[in-house]
């Protein structure tokens, strides 16, 4: 299993950004994606949204909601997370995780238990500028 993130950068406050996470020789059928992010120098990771790929049932962070959107593509293949109205704080290194769904870990900590998740990507630097 491999994932692999891209669509990082440098943004203004207020700009859009999306990232992806390409599912590399496998698809995300069965799978719960995950968009976890970790500000230089903070020793953890923070969740930021998932979705189950079977229903389609999505969260988000607070610190995100209304401002971000996951989504996964038609082929289930690929997960996008749409950025929007950027603030400085979003400035993190953003990670792309993911497990099989039938492990069936708890809803309520998906989003703030990295250690839930089984592959993750190399992660993709965005940066917000005031």
């Known amino acids: 299993v491999q994932l692999v993130e891209s669509g990082g950068g440098l943004v203004q406050t207020g700009g859009s950004l999306t990232l992806s996470c390409a599912a590399s020789g496998f698809t995300f059928d069965d799978y719960i994606i995950a968009w976890y992010r970790q500000v230089l120098g903070k020793n953890r990771r923070d969740g930021v949204s998932?979705?189950?790929?079977?229903?389609?049932?999505?969260d988000y962070a607070d610190s995100v909601k209304g401002r971000f959107t996951i989504s996964i593509g038609d082929a289930k293949d690929m997960v996008y997370l749409q950025m929007s109205n950027l603030k400085v704080e979003d400035t993190a290194v953003y990670y792309c995780?993911?497990?099989?769904?039938?492990?069936?870990?708890?809803?309520?900590?998906?989003?703030?238990?990295?250690?839930?998740?089984?592959?993750w990507g190399q992660g993709t630097q965005v940066t917000v500028s005031s």
């Open positions: 995780a993911a497990v099989r769904a039938y492990e069936k870990p708890p809803v309520r900590s998906l989003l703030n238990l990295p250690t839930l998740y089984d592959d």
């Open positions: 998932y979705v189950i790929s079977n229903d389609g049932t999505t």
